[in-house]
């Protein structure tokens, strides 16, 4: 039993280590991308496929006090996503039991890209759609999670979603401001909360519309597999946390749980 035990545990960590190994890829490969268009301007334009790098004409912008292409403008987050500011229900309608709504306070409920369910409200205040995106706006500020489901958030999250539809480009966008966020707190401006106004007014440089959607496009298609492969994860490791006590605590056999095991990975192939 011992030994079963082991290998259908690694057997189980092994699919999910190498679904987050193929995820950090494509996220990797999606903020590269960002990196190059958005932030070093060597996005491709029209027979040039590195605009800066080819000459493009750059502009200083006194708002952002550095060069941008002379057809971008600035635009603040509240320009380009509907932001939503948690608030936290009355503590007397939380519950375990799964009455009401789901809620989540903070960051501390967030796992790879979704958030683990583990409390609910019958008196739900601030809601996030399913597809959001859940900021974190108390320390660590900028932790990111994807709302897999509607939920309600607390005063420690914040929701975003695009207002064009390009939630592809505001998630690497939010990406990038947390790296501002990380940074200066490594040289000691520390960020213990975001307010209200601060997220609205943040800064960006913003191309016009048809970059955007090409840029989106591309990172849409990685987005979905790696939403594919997250909720893969989802189900294996609420499928480990079930089956392994129950094998060792005899409520099941091991037959029992070879079906069970291969039902499950039916339904992920």
Excluded at 41 to 66: A, C, T
Aim: glycine share 6%; proline share 3%; with cysteine.
């Amino acid at each position: 039993m011992l030994t079963y035990l082991c290998n259908k545990a690694y057997l189980i960590e092994k699919i999910i280590a190498n679904n987050n190994r193929i995820n950090l890829e494509l996220e990797n490969k999606a903020r590269l991308l960002f990196d190059y268009w958005f932030i070093q301007f060597d996005f491709p334009d029209g027979e040039n496929e590195q605009y800066k790098s080819s000459g493009g004409e750059m502009v200083h912008n006194q708002i952002l006090n550095r060069k941008i292409p002379e057809n971008w403008s600035v635009k603040e987050l509240s320009d380009i996503a509907n932001i939503t500011m948690g608030q936290s229900p009355e503590g007397s309608s939380y519950n375990n039991e799964g009455n009401g709504a789901i809620f989540f306070q903070g960051s501390t409920d967030f796992g790879w890209l979704f958030p683990s369910v583990r409390q609910f409200t019958t008196a739900p205040s601030r809601m996030a759609k399913k597809g959001d995106i859940l900021l974190s706006v108390r320390a660590p500020v900028g932790d990111m999670n994807i709302a897999n489901t509607d939920c309600c958030i607390g005063r420690g999250l914040a929701a975003l979603n695009s207002k064009d539809g390009f939630d592809g480009f505001l998630f690497y966008v939010m990406k990038y401001f947390k790296q501002v966020f990380d940074r200066r707190n490594s040289e000691g401006t520390t960020f213990g909360s975001i307010t209200k106004n601060d997220l609205y007014s943040l800064k960006l440089a913003c191309p016009p519309k048809e970059l955007i959607e090409k840029y989106d496009n591309i990172v849409s298609k990685y987005n979905e597999m790696i939403f594919i492969r997250s909720m893969e994860n989802q189900k294996l490791e609420e499928l480990r946390d079930w089956l392994l006590p129950m094998l060792m605590n005899g409520q099941i056999s091991i037959r029992d749980a070879e079906e069970h095991m291969a039902k499950n990975f039916e339904q992920n192939e």
